[in-house]
């Protein structure tokens, strides 16, 4: 008899845990709160994004995850566009700081080209003419769809690798080798994992926060469907995700910038905003986002904070269309340093937690990092987070 798996929350962190197992011959039973997966991995851009990671261990997850993701998308049938993504600057001492990221000797592993502004039009065609000087294309990011992938992704386990899928059933309690259900039913397994993202604190009070983990609020939008023939290219970011991304940290005129925006635009800096876009599978322009930490957080949104991202995109891109579709909040954990935490709380059963506001990222690479290693164990938790 094989092994048994249980895997709490059909999140990516889940889905990704619930594919390697199954990939090594376990049984695996996948236990959903709600209908379908509802929390960070359906409500975040789709950005596949190396960039966030710094060189090392980080760098070398995401890679890997990379490859589990067009492995993905080819068998169960995923949309994904592998176009990479440009950081369009709109004044020179950004274009100062991408310069300086493109000379670091770890660039290469981003994939990263200094362009010019007509070498940026040819790269990302809707960069405005009249505004963007140039900037920085990384050939290694993509977008995929998350709202496609987790609905598409349970599906294809149940097909391909008889992962059974229990939706609509909140566990409760966690016991050595069982999940308690709402109902009041017991699953056994020899080793339960619980991915349960951002309400991990109703199951284990206090758990993530004794880690320095906090929580982070991102707010988003997305157009209606652009015209057929509009293809936005490359997922396009603009200066302030600079100081956001850890690899920029190198830069040496990366102060003054941060300075910069911190006097012209206290706004952006106040409430952590980045002008990102991506274009989903059905045409759409995916924007966003912000972020708000712990007592920062309401369960309101705030409209000056969609004004600026819709301004500062405006002054990069030129979309056909920007009406506005739908507007929506999603939170994931943030711990300072660590993208995610491993941590036991029993004999067999294991938190994992995507803590860096990379999951969609990370998720596949730090799952097959573990399931190789065939343990959860300090030596994994420990020196791979
Ligand atoms: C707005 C936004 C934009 C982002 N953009 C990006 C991006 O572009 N690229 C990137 O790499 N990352 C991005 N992220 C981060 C990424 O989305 C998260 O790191 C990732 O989705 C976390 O996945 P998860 O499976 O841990 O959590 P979730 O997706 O939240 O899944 C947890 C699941 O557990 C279930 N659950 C909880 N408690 C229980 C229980 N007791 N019983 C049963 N089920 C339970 C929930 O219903 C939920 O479905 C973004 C996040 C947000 C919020």
């Avoid at 349970?154 to 939706?167: H, M, Q, S």
């Avoid at 990379?358 to 690479?365: E, I, P, Q, S």
Wanted: some cysteine.
């Amino acid at each position: 008899m094989s092994n048994h798996l249980i895997v709490v929350g059909a999140g990516i962190v889940g889905l990704a845990n619930a594919w390697e197992a199954a990939r090594k011959g376990w049984r695996v039973t996948v236990v959903e709160r709600d209908s379908m997966a509802r929390g960070a991995s359906v409500r975040n851009f789709g950005m596949f994004s190396p960039i966030c990671q710094p060189p090392g261990r980080s760098l070398e997850l995401a890679l890997s995850s990379r490859d589990r993701w067009l492995e993905i998308t080819a068998e169960a049938g995923l949309w994904n566009n592998p176009g990479g993504k440009a950081f369009l600057a709109l004044q020179e001492d950004e274009m100062q700081v991408m310069l300086e990221f493109s000379q670091m000797d770890f660039a290469n592993a981003y994939e990263a080209s200094f362009l010019s502004a007509s070498e940026m039009q040819d790269c990302c065609p809707v960069a405005r003419k009249d505004k963007v000087l140039g900037g920085l294309f990384l050939a290694t990011e993509m977008n995929i769809d998350p709202r496609q992938a987790i609905s598409v992704i349970p599906n294809w386990l149940g097909d391909a690798f008889r992962v059974e899928f229990y939706f609509d059933t909140p566990v409760i309690k966690t016991n050595t080798g069982e999940v308690v259900l709402a109902n009041g039913n017991r699953l056994g397994a020899d080793l339960v994992i619980v991915c349960s993202g951002t309400d991990t604190g109703y199951l284990y009070p206090g758990l993530l926060e004794e880690q320095g983990v906090q929580r982070c609020k991102l707010q988003m939008m997305r157009t209606v469907q652009q015209a057929t023939d509009f293809s936005m290219g490359p997922m396009v970011a603009g200066g302030m995700s600079m100081g956001h991304y850890k690899p920029f940290s190198a830069c040496p005129s990366l102060p003054a910038l941060m300075a910069r925006y911190q006097s012209e635009e206290p706004e952006l800096v106040r409430y952590g905003i980045h002008a990102m876009a991506s274009q989903s599978s059905g045409g759409e322009l995916v924007m966003g986002d912000s972020h708000l930490y712990d007592d920062e957080i309401t369960p309101f949104d705030i409209e000056v904070i969609d004004l600026c991202i819709i301004n500062r995109l405006r002054e990069m891109i030129d979309v056909p269309d920007w009406t506005i579709a739908e507007r929506w909040h999603g939170m994931y954990m943030k711990h300072p340093e660590k993208t995610h935490l491993i941590l036991p709380v029993n004999e067999s059963t294991y938190v994992i937690s995507a803590t860096g506001g990379t999951g969609m990222t990370l998720a596949f690479g730090v799952a097959q990092a573990c399931w190789n290693s065939g343990s959860f164990e300090s030596d994994i938790g420990g020196r791979l987070l």
